[in-house]
């Protein structure tokens, strides 16, 4: 019996990228998820990605620290921004200095350890209309590097990449995503995609991330495992 | 008076960065250096990388700390490999895993956080002979993908990149570099290059490392600064 194929998953304890450990799983990856603490406001997201790893049967979990949030510069890291509660034109502030380039290091580095050939990361379209590092010629950027810097790059074939970034939901709504999870096995109860739970874990409802989730599980038809805090509306 | 132009200098406590953190200084760059603290087997570097940017003018200094040691892979990180002492074919044991991806990526997200511009590295040709993430083609690969990556990147008009990668010992030889340095004001017996340094922070004299450095001096006619251990012949 031959080994299944092992994949690095980057896993952030919400609604994408759980999709995207289903998706890689289905395909019939050994899954390897790897998180990070890198000065969240919220810890909560990394219990939930522990909690999706084991329900979706990851091979191995991992959390890295990351001293990201010492650099300042991201609502989501500096307590002194604002979390915004309305939609805004252009990059929003919850943006993380470089964070898709330093995740996809970080897992290119375990993938590299691991002999494993695939990276699978949860970008998708919505994302892509705000973050300069969602975008799809960004993850060919990376995947192009990728290769020139590891050995197993270097070793391949010309034309070949040996390394492959896998964005399996750039193409998709948030209601597309949905379904394509509850198609694969995702429970969405799990997953956090707040920007500001409670500490009870509850979603805020407000937020950028909680509007797109909502919006996606009405969209989808599929009823929302979302349990948001009272005031929410 | 204009501001000074502020430059992201990735310092490891060798004789390489140290190099170019004195090139971007002369270039007229205020400094931010940064250095890693990642599972080595040596904190003495990080001492080395303190020293060298104080006495080089850094406007400030990091040390950043990673968990790429978490992953293994390496000499450098794994106790389990022990250090050649003779020249091997390919790419050597004690590379670390996508590390100048990991690093430039944190840099990148420092000077994202800077509004910086400019990224130094010191990698070079002799490196480029066994570690794929010192190569020419890497270094433009990581421009590439900095500029797709960040808010500076997606503002900047076509055609000019507003992040540079800049590798300025890259075509240059461990006496070139020496002599370059000499002239912008390095003091090499601040530097550290050995693998395997004794608790005094002597050289072995015997490592890859200490034997590039050591005919480095030869060939560029200055006298070797390095303290070696009393065995190293």
Redesign the interface.
């Known amino acids: 019996m031959a080994a299944a194929a092992k994949a690095v998953i980057l896993l952030s304890g919400g609604l994408d990228s759980a999709t995207v450990l289903a998706l890689a799983r289905q395909q019939g990856f050994d899954c390897y998820s790897l998180s990070f603490s890198y000065g969240q406001r919220h810890a909560l997201e990394l219990d939930a990605a522990a909690r999706v790893a084991a329900s979706l049967g990851a091979v191995e979990h991992?959390v890295?620290?990351?001293?990201?949030g010492?650099?300042?510069?991201s609502a989501l890291t500096d307590f002194g921004i604002d979390v915004p509660e309305a939609p805004a034109a252009g990059?929003p502030v919850t943006?993380?200095?470089?964070?898709?380039?330093?995740f996809?290091?970080?897992a290119?580095?375990?993938a590299?350890?691991l002999e494993a050939h695939d990276i699978f990361i949860g970008v998708n379209a919505v994302d892509y209309s705000g973050y300069?590092?969602c975008?799809p010629?960004?993850i060919e950027?990376?995947e192009?590097?990728?290769n020139?810097?590891?050995?197993v790059?270097?070793d391949a074939p010309p034309g070949q990449p040996a390394l492959r970034i896998r964005a399996p939901l750039q193409q998709m709504s948030k209601a597309d995503i949905i379904r394509a999870g509850v198609a694969a096995g995702v429970d969405y109860g799990l997953t956090i995609s707040c920007y500001q739970p409670d500490a009870q874990a509850r979603a805020c409802g407000r937020c950028d991330s909680c509007r797109l989730r909502r919006q996606g599980f009405a969209e989808a038809g599929v009823a929302d495992p979302t349990r948001y805090a009272p005031a929410s509306g």
């Open positions: 991992r890295m620290p990351l001293s990201l010492a650099l300042g510069g990059i943006y993380v200095p470089a964070r898709n380039t330093v996809l290091s970080m290119l580095a375990w590299e350890v300069p590092d975008r010629a960004f950027a990376f192009q590097l990728a020139l810097a590891t050995r790059g270097v």
